[in-house]
């Protein structure tokens, strides 16, 4: 049997890209949650929990280097762990 692998702890600040000095890879390796005003949201790139934020893509809309362009919303943010 395999043991299950310890989980590190969730960051205060964290991104999705990994040219980002907030990507962790080991946070990755397991599926991360994130609740925002209470309700689950599965298209957050980045978020802050002591801050009180997180960014979202602004629709289909893309910067010049092809990457979405973000918006940064306030408010509760809760990780987790799913």
Known sequence: MTQPTERPALPDHL????RSPHFVAAVFEHDV???FNGQERQDVE???VSEGWV????GKTLDR??????MKLKGTVEAYYR
């Open 46 to 48: 980045e978020y802050c």
């Open 55 to 58: 960014k979202v893509p602004a």
């Open 33 to 35: 949650g994130i609740r």
């Open 15 to 18: 991104s999705i890209d990994p």
């Open 65 to 70: 280097k092809g990457r979405p362009l973000l």
